[in-house]
């Protein structure tokens, strides 16, 4: 296999890496303003802007690789996953982009303080700034240049952590530099290049195959002959696993794929950390220009994160099969199969491209990353507790001090992030760890907003608890694999429990309702928050909900937003996951299927765009 890129191809490359680095020079100077410019770019920014600017920072290079993973490994159906997480991201439209807008913070954790009163509320602000800021976003910045290394091994023939120090330079230049403006701008432009080349990719494939038939009749022929080379089954090509025969409390049912399935959409959607919408994603709702744009800007987010870009990735990932049914003489296991099909079927010009598009994305999610981890560090950590604005002279030498500090704070992750993904080989296997970390805390997030009697002990008791729960598993794991005399590789193995290997779905229904009976205990053992405290939250976002203990004698400013929520939810649910299996269906020709969703997906959106964006758009 020719692995030479073309002298077209290091062109391409070439241009876009000085096309970022000009970026970053021209915002320089404006995001050293203030920390609000730095990381919120003036809360300024438009719907399509801030939309598209989510879209591209969760698409990084391992995307593609982990969608990869999942489809060898599993079929389409174990892409709900993370398909399940749209039931929680129509909450953030519908509900917490608007609330997100009334709060005015920098971020998310400086809400605990508004929510929250007193030294719990102190300790959780630091606390979570710490547990995200640092060990969440080493882990989650671990994959990112792990998959990075995994495209560039393969696709440049060099060392793969000489070529990521490489790109690892080059985004954090680019991040010091510019800041959030340089992040949104550069999003746009990457978000095209990384949808057209993932398209792109996905045609020029199943071309190679002799079309889409072929591709369909190949797999099939494969089937028979899964275990060993070919990983296929008969679940490789479905949506939804199929129902074992064994009954509700048998063994084999909760091993069954159908159990993975049914605990993603009952579960993992409402549990995790970011119900309410999850860090980044709250950093660029607050940087909308007012609650109109924020949750325009979440919508079009959901609508493409979950419909528009995944269907290309899963076809590169069952061309893969077919062109590589063994990949066991690859250090990187199932995720090499999308590079190893870049270098067979791409030519020159659009190699260059698509090794662009591989690290458009990664530098995307990459500056995110380094710049809301580095504005917990400093909004959070080191201006809330070790050096406030008030003790500084004037206001604008304090935000030029703490544009500083940010900037070395950011190298200091970047490197600390590089050597966390040396000891990480399985992608998929790390966002099952991220999820397990924040399981426990989800319906915490959603009811701080809307139920007076939610206290700071009630959040930090139900992360604590999903956190030990999820470190315990991982020791367990890592003990089983020394004795079994297997080198410990960070995500490499599943803890077994009584025989059984405990996998994500079994994870989240032990932490889970352990976690809600703590917090519940907790919350019901210690006192309120301050009455003071909490009517001053209440008169900034006005959530509705239960407090009218609180509410009886404020008067009411703003409109509810859970007003209409449950009918704008389902048409939210009928809008995208009727879109995303549209297409699915429609690339696999079943055609009156995809007509009949299509027509679902546009009936939701009609109920949306009547009933509450022109509301908005009048209001």
């Not at 604590?464 to 890592?478: H, K, P, R, V």
């Not at 590789?489 to 009976?517: D, N």
């Not at 007509?595 to 959106?605: D, P, R, V």
Request: net charge positive; charged share 15%; hydrophobic share 55%.
């Amino acid at each position: 296999m020719d692995s030479a890129l073309h002298s077209i191809d290091w062109t391409i490359i070439a241009a876009y890496i000085l096309f970022s680095l000009g970026v970053g020079i021209y915002f320089a100077k404006r995001a050293s303003r203030s920390t609000e410019e730095y990381f919120l770019s003036g809360r300024s920014l438009p719907w399509w802007v801030v939309g598209t600017s989510m879209v591209a920072t969760t698409f990084a290079a391992d995307t593609p690789l982990a969608i990869t993973e999942f489809i060898r490994g599993s079929g389409i159906w174990q892409n709900w996953f993370w398909w399940n997480q749209l039931l929680a991201g129509l909450l953030a439209v519908f509900l917490f982009s608007r609330l997100w807008r009334r709060a005015r913070v920098l971020t998310d954790n400086e809400l605990l303080e508004l929510r929250y009163s007193g030294k719990p509320a102190a300790f959780l602000r630091g606390f979570k700034a710490a547990y995200f800021g640092i060990l969440y976003n080493f882990i989650v910045m671990g994959w990112v240049i792990n998959a990075m290394a995994s495209v560039a091994a393969v696709m440049l023939n060099i060392d793969r952590w000489t070529a990521v120090w490489i790109c690892v330079a080059i985004a954090l230049l680019y991040a010091l530099l510019s800041g959030f403006w340089g992040v949104v701008v550069t999003d746009l432009v990457q978000f095209g290049i990384a949808m057209f080349g993932s398209i792109a990719l996905a045609i020029i494939a199943v071309n190679a195959m002799g079309g889409m038939d072929n591709l369909l009749a190949s797999l099939n022929e494969m089937i028979p002959a899964a275990g060993n080379a070919a990983p296929v089954t008969t679940d490789t090509l479905k949506f939804i696993p199929p129902a074992p025969n064994a009954g509700l409390f048998s063994l084999e049912f909760w091993n069954s794929p159908f159990s993975k399935f049914i605990v993603f959409l009952t579960i993992m959607w409402w549990s995790r950390d970011n119900a309410d919408g999850g860090g980044y994603i709250i950093q660029r709702m607050s940087s909308a220009k007012n609650e109109k744009h924020a949750l325009l800007a979440t919508l079009w987010y959901n609508l493409t994160h979950y419909a528009f870009r995944v269907w290309p990735w899963i076809i590169v990932a069952l061309v893969s099969i077919v062109l590589f049914p063994d990949v066991t003489q690859w250090e990187l296991g199932d995720k090499v199969g999308y590079p190893l099909v870049m270098q067979k079927v791409l030519g020159p010009g659009i190699k260059g491209l698509l090794v662009v598009s591989f690290l458009a994305a990664f530098m995307s999610t990459i500056d995110t990353h380094l710049n809301w981890g580095a504005s917990y560090l400093i909004n959070d950590i080191y201006k809330r507790f070790f050096k406030p604005e008030n003790s500084f002279n004037n206001s604008g030498k304090a935000q030029r001090h703490y544009v500083f500090v940010s900037r070395i704070l950011t190298v200091l992750l970047m490197i600390c992030s590089a050597f966390v993904a040396v000891k990480m080989q399985s992608i998929g296997k790390a966002w099952e760890f991220i999820f397990a970390m924040g399981a426990g805390i989800g319906l915490v997030l959603i009811l701080r907003w809307f139920w007076w009697r939610i206290n700071a002990w009630t959040e930090i008791s139900a992360l604590i608890t999903s956190i030990l729960i999820t470190l315990s598993l991982e020791i367990i794991a890592g003990i089983q694999t020394v004795n079994a005399g297997i080198t410990y590789t960070l995500f490499g193995r599943a803890p077994v429990i009584l025989g059984i290997e405990l996998q994500m779905h079994h994870k989240l229904i032990i932490i889970v309702p352990i976690a809600i009976l703590v917090w519940l205990t907790t919350t019901f053992i210690t006192k309120p928050e301050k009455e003071a405290t909490l009517k001053e939250f209440y008169k900034r976002v006005q959530p509705g909900g239960w407090w009218k203990p609180i509410s009886e004698n404020i008067t009411t400013t703003q409109t509810s937003v859970i007003k209409g929520f449950a009918m704008n939810w389902l048409a939210g649910i009928a809008l995208i996951y009727g879109a995303t299996f549209a297409i699915g269906n429609l690339v696999f020709k079943n055609w009156i299927s995809g007509i009949l969703l299509i027509i679902l997906s546009l009936s939701g959106f009609t109920w949306i765009w009547f009933k509450t964006i022109k509301n908005l758009e009048s209001n």
